[in-house]
C-alpha cells in the first residue's frame, strides 16, 4: 500500500514594510511583530503533526517563519532556493492599484503581456521549480509531514497548476493568506487532495509585498 505524505506549504508571515514597496528578493526585510506572532501561532497549530522536514526560501522573512516551527520539532532548518519569491521588475517601488510605479509611462511597456507575465519571472517557470522543491520535499519526508516556507504568487502558481487551471490570474483574488497553508495531499507519489487553512486568520491578498 502507498504511504501517505503531506506536503505543508506555508506562507510566510507579515513583514515590516513602512514604505509599502513591493520588496520581492531584496535583502533585509524582516518579519513584523505581528509577523512573529503569525509564525508563532502556525507553530502552535501544527505542533501535535508528524512534521520530519522544514525548509524555507533563503529570504529572511521565510526563514523566520519556519524557526518556530522547526524549533518544536527539533530539526534544523533547511533552505531551498525554488522557494524562494519571484522575479520581478518592480522591486523596490510602490506598486498599488492607482499608485506609484504603474502610473508612470516608463514602465508601461512592462506591462505588455500580463500573461507570461512580461514584467517578471513566467508563471511556467515558477510552477515547474516551486514542483521541483515539493518533490524533493515529499522524498525527504515520505510517510510523514513537510513544511516548506515560501511566498504568495509561488504557492498560489503552483497549486493553479497542480489544479489544471490557467496560471495567470487576478491577484485580487489569491486564496494564500499571511502564513496560510497550503497542504497537498500524496499517496505514494500521486497528489489526491489540496486543503487549504488559515491557522493565524485570513488577510488581504492584495497587501504590498510578497
Same mark, same amino acid.
Given at each position: 500500500?502507498? =504511504?501517505?505524505?503531506?506536503?505543508?506549504?506555508?506562507?510566510?508571515? =507579515?513583514?515590516?514594510?513602512?514604505?509599502?514597496?513591493?520588496?520581492?528578493?531584496?535583502?533585509?526585510?524582516?518579519?513584523?511583530?505581528?509577523?512573529?506572532?503569525?509564525?508563532?501561532? !502556525?507553530?502552535?497549530? !501544527?505542533?501535535?503533526?508528524?512534521?520530519?522536514?522544514?525548509? @524555507?526560501? *533563503?529570504?529572511?522573512?521565510?526563514?523566520?517563519? $519556519?524557526?518556530?516551527?522547526?524549533? @518544536?520539532?527539533?530539526?534544523?532548518?533547511?533552505?531551498?532556493?525554488?522557494?524562494? =519569491?519571484?522575479?520581478?521588475?518592480?522591486?523596490?517601488?510602490?506598486? @498599488?492599484?492607482?499608485?506609484?510605479?504603474?502610473?508612470?509611462?516608463?514602465?508601461?511597456?512592462?506591462?505588455?503581456?500580463?500573461?507570461?507575465?512580461?514584467?517578471?519571472?513566467?508563471?511556467?517557470?515558477?510552477?515547474?521549480?516551486?514542483?521541483?522543491?515539493?518533490?524533493? $520535499?515529499?522524498?525527504?519526508?515520505?510517510?510523514?509531514?513537510?513544511?516548506?516556507?515560501?511566498?504568495?504568487? *509561488?504557492?498560489?502558481? !503552483? &497549486?493553479?497548476?497542480?489544479?489544471?487551471? &490557467?496560471?495567470?490570474?487576478?491577484? &485580487?483574488?489569491?486564496?494564500?493568506?499571511?502564513?496560510?497553508?497550503?497542504?497537498?495531499?500524496?499517496?505514494?507519489?500521486?497528489?489526491?487532495?489540496?486543503?487549504?487553512?488559515?491557522? @493565524?486568520?485570513?488577510?488581504?491578498?492584495? !497587501?504590498?509585498?510578497?
Amino acid at each position: 500500500m502507498s =504511504e501517505t505524505t503531506i506536503v505543508h506549504l506555508l506562507r510566510h508571515g =507579515e513583514v515590516h514594510n513602512p514604505d509599502k514597496i513591493l520588496y520581492g528578493r531584496l535583502p533585509g526585510f524582516k518579519l513584523s511583530d505581528r509577523g512573529q506572532r503569525q509564525a508563532l501561532t !502556525v507553530a502552535e497549530a !501544527v505542533a501535535t503533526h508528524d512534521i520530519t522536514h522544514v525548509v @524555507a526560501s *533563503p529570504l529572511q522573512r521565510a526563514q523566520e517563519t $519556519a524557526a518556530p516551527i522547526a524549533a @518544536a520539532h527539533r530539526l534544523d532548518v533547511e533552505t531551498d532556493e525554488r522557494l524562494i =519569491e519571484a522575479d520581478n521588475q518592480f522591486e523596490g517601488e510602490r506598486v @498599488a492599484v492607482g499608485d506609484g510605479a504603474l502610473r508612470q509611462p516608463k514602465h508601461w511597456p512592462k506591462l505588455v503581456n500580463p500573461f507570461r507575465p512580461s514584467w517578471g519571472e513566467p508563471y511556467v517557470e515558477i510552477a515547474h521549480r516551486m514542483l521541483g522543491a515539493i518533490h524533493r $520535499a515529499r522524498r525527504t519526508a515520505e510517510g510523514h509531514e513537510a513544511l516548506c516556507v515560501s511566498h504568495q504568487l *509561488p504557492i498560489w502558481t !503552483v &497549486r493553479r497548476f497542480l489544479e489544471a487551471k &490557467r496560471l495567470w490570474h487576478d491577484p &485580487r483574488n489569491r486564496q494564500c493568506s499571511l502564513a496560510s497553508l497550503t497542504s497537498l495531499v500524496f499517496e505514494g507519489e500521486e497528489l489526491v487532495r489540496i486543503v487549504y487553512s488559515e491557522p @493565524a486568520g485570513t488577510t488581504d491578498p492584495k !497587501v504590498t509585498g510578497a
